[in-house]
């Protein structure tokens, strides 16, 4: 299956998903010297997101988010690619800080389209998506 | 994106290397939210805390090319030793790296008003001016009061615009997206009666149902103070991300209740009295028992005027011994209170008075030292403690918070 969407910040990746119906803050929600997600009662408390390609609905929270992001990033502890319904400004310039290749706006809902643990290619550059594709 | 001849210059790098990646950072800002040029600005206001290498690399052979504020700083070293703290790191090893970032604002030509309320001291944009600015509070003040232009930016972007002198134009710049979608009216609330510390009230309760939403609000009175304003604006943005919110009679599109909607319907109308206003104060109010271990005020920084109240509160009396009391302030207005006799009453009764964050990351907060309850009159500073330490709230007015540190105990009474 393959997916078209809008460019946040260009590049190319690929990995593993991991899919979050909720709004997301790396000030908060992403705990630095591991790239997990700490925060108590959270849907993805304890795991990981490092190399994975993550998807979620949007940003919230904090316009500290992206010097969080830029600091995982020196960590190599960011995900590998991300892909939202709607970006908005501070998950926006995470993206852009931590040079995460991120797509939004997709022709269909990534949250129905993409499962947890789907293999993902992310052309950020063309906006592409590819869910499951042959041959991986 | 469309570039004038001087960003494509800066863009490739004619500029230094500094004002290269800034542009690249602005450009793919921009083009993630369809921008379709950039917007020269009239000010900024930035952090230079956050990772060193962003800033250095950021500033790299550059200078300001607008008129450029600094933030208060959340992480400096420099007054822990006056305050008594205690950490596990060298100090003046901090104090000195620290130095490093001010001697880079200096040569950048950034004025380190150290604040989080620029437009109390000096950076004061005028109706339609656009900006780019950091602080939440500040964006809220700015945009609704003065009908200036800012989006709610982030460190890193304000930073940039700094360097370039622009901002992609988009999102709160442009005018058809300034109405108001949120109408707020006051139900069996006496507005003329409501204190400093109830507009934050008002204002947290509020943002938690516009969430980044334009809001206006109808029947404030027009007597309404600096203090208040900036309480108000300050508290939405910390329950939800509200950066413009029109006060019908008050503020500059808003002269009637359907300028600010641009003759439109609202999305929702929400009405606010006594039970909602009681219910968001118990909301914030999260300690229990009596023993009040700090006090803080200024948050956003205090006005003279809220210097000269708490000086007049102590005025002859001594803070308890096992309560420390933090008035943060921006450095003109502490220069101030030392000509009007304010400093030497607060800092003569035991409290301390600086330019530090007077909000959740204030020294005593923020490097951990032993706090377990703070008592303010800042909704802002109320919200956040409880996420940044292991601190609880009490919550009341100037009084009450100015009694809990004399006496050490909490006898303010709920709403």
């Known amino acids: 299956m393959k997916l078209q969407g809008h460019t946040i910040n260009p590049g190319e990746s690929e990995g593993e998903a991991i899919v979050y119906n909720g709004l997301f803050s790396f000030l908060g929600d992403l705990d630095i010297p591991t790239g997990t997600v700490p925060t108590r009662g959270h849907e993805l408390e304890g795991q990981s997101l490092v190399g994975k390609i993550f998807v979620f609905v949007s940003g919230k929270g904090s316009t500290a988010g992206p010097m969080i992001a830029y600091a995982a990033k020196k960590r190599g502890n960011i995900p590998a690619g991300m892909i939202c319904v709607q970006a908005e400004p501070a998950v926006a310039l995470s993206a852009i800080m931590a040079d995460i290749p991120m797509v939004d706006r997709l022709n269909v809902n990534p949250l129905e389209a993409i499962k947890t643990g789907d293999y993902v290619k992310l052309n950020a550059t063309e906006g592409t998506v590819e869910v499951n594709p042959a041959g991986v | ?415």
């Open chain 2, 1 to 415: 994106m469309f570039l004038t001849d001087e960003e494509k210059r800066m863009h490739a790098g004619e500029s230094g290397p500094g004002a290269q990646r800034a542009m690249d950072l602005l450009m793919k800002y921009g083009n993630a939210f369809d921008a379709e040029r950039l917007a020269e600005v009239a000010s900024a206001h930035v952090m230079i805390e956050g990772p060193y290498s962003f800033l250095r690399d950021m500033t790299e052979g550059a200078t300001a090319r607008t008129f450029v504020t600094t933030e208060a700083p959340l992480e400096s070293p420099c007054h822990l030793k006056q305050l008594g703290i205690s950490v596990d790191f060298d100090i003046d090893a901090k104090v000195r790296q620290y130095q490093g970032r001010v001697d880079i604002a200096k040569r950048m030509g950034f004025y380190l008003t150290d604040t989080c309320a620029p437009y109390m001291v000096g950076s004061l944009p005028k109706m339609h001016d656009t900006v780019s600015w950091m602080e939440s509070s500040a964006e809220v003040f700015i945009n609704s009061m003065l009908g200036a232009r800012t989006n709610r930016e982030a460190m890193s972007a304000a930073l940039a615009s700094a360097v370039t002198g622009r901002t992609p134009y988009m999102g709160l710049l442009m005018p058809e997206n300034r109405y108001a979608q949120v109408h707020v009216k006051l139900t069996g609330l006496d507005a003329g009666a409501l204190t400093k510390v109830d507009y934050g009230t008002l204002g947290y309760y509020i943002g938690g149902l516009a969430g980044s939403r334009n809001v206006v609000i109808e029947g404030l009175p027009k007597t309404m103070s600096l203090e208040q304003c900036k309480h108000l604006c300050s508290a939405l943005p910390c329950s939800g991300s509200v950066a413009l919110c029109h006060m019908v009679g008050l503020t500059p599109e808003a002269h009637t209740l359907e300028q600010a909607l641009g003759n439109g319907r609202p999305e929702e109308v929400i009405e606010v009295g006594t039970k909602e206003m009681k219910q968001t104060w118990e909301d914030l109010s999260s300690a229990r028992g009596e023993k009040v271990d700090l006090v803080t005020f200024g948050c956003p920084h205090c006005s003279i005027a809220e210097v000269a109240g708490i000086a007049r509160g102590l005025e002859g009396k001594r803070v308890h011994p096992e309560v420390k009391l933090f008035v943060g302030a921006p450095g003109q207005v502490i220069f101030l209170a030392q000509r009007m006799g304010f400093a030497g009453i607060i800092e003569g009764a035991g409290g301390f008075l600086m330019d530090d964050c007077g909000g959740p990351a204030n020294p005593f907060l923020y490097f951990g030292s032993g706090i377990k309850t703070v008592a303010t009159d800042s909704t802002k500073a109320a919200a956040y403690a409880p996420r940044v330490s292991e601190a609880q709230v009490f919550y009341g007015d100037m009084a009450d918070c100015i009694d809990a540190a004399l006496t050490g105990k909490w006898r303010g009474e709920p709403r």
